[in-house]
């Protein structure tokens, strides 16, 4: 499996931007579309967006769809979610996952979906 480490995260005040990155390593990184996912408190783990292997396709959960951006660059292994006008309802501990999947496909929304995961970083937007 490949192991995914997520950084970037921090305390930001309402209407500011962050972008989490998310590491790959131990397989070939242009085999897997990638997604974050976030866990408020209290609540269970939420898609938030999708990419391909290839970075053609995206896919964005309705409640970020404007703000946040996926994005990867295959050379670096990494995988971006860059995250602007940030609202306090966005605080949680934001996770990458990765999916072995070679089609041009990004529509991978359930955490069923995934195999590999990091171990998450903590977002606070402060109101």
């Known amino acids: 499996q490949v192991q995914l480490v997520e950084s970037g995260g921090g305390l930001v005040q309402t209407g500011g931007s962050l972008r989490l990155s998310c590491a790959a390593s131990?397989?070939?990184?242009?085999?897997?579309?990638m997604g974050w996912f976030r866990q408020a408190p209290g609540k269970e783990r939420d898609y938030v967006a999708s990419?391909?292997?290839?970075?053609?396709?995206?896919y964005y959960a309705d409640s970020v769809k404007g703000r946040f951006t996926i994005s990867r660059d295959n050379t670096k292994n990494t995988v971006y979610l860059q995250m602007n006008s940030l609202k306090p309802e966005d605080t949680a501990v934001y996770y990458c996952?990765?999916?072995?999947?070679?089609?041009?496909?990004?529509?991978?929304?359930?955490?069923?979906?995934?195999?590999?995961w990091g171990r998450g970083t903590q977002v606070t937007v402060s109101s």
């Open positions: 990419i391909s292997w290839s970075g053609g396709s995206t």
């Open positions: 996952a990765a999916r072995f999947e070679t089609s041009s496909s990004s529509y991978y929304t359930t955490d069923s979906q995934y195999r590999s």
């Open positions: 131990g397989r070939t990184f242009s085999n897997y579309a």
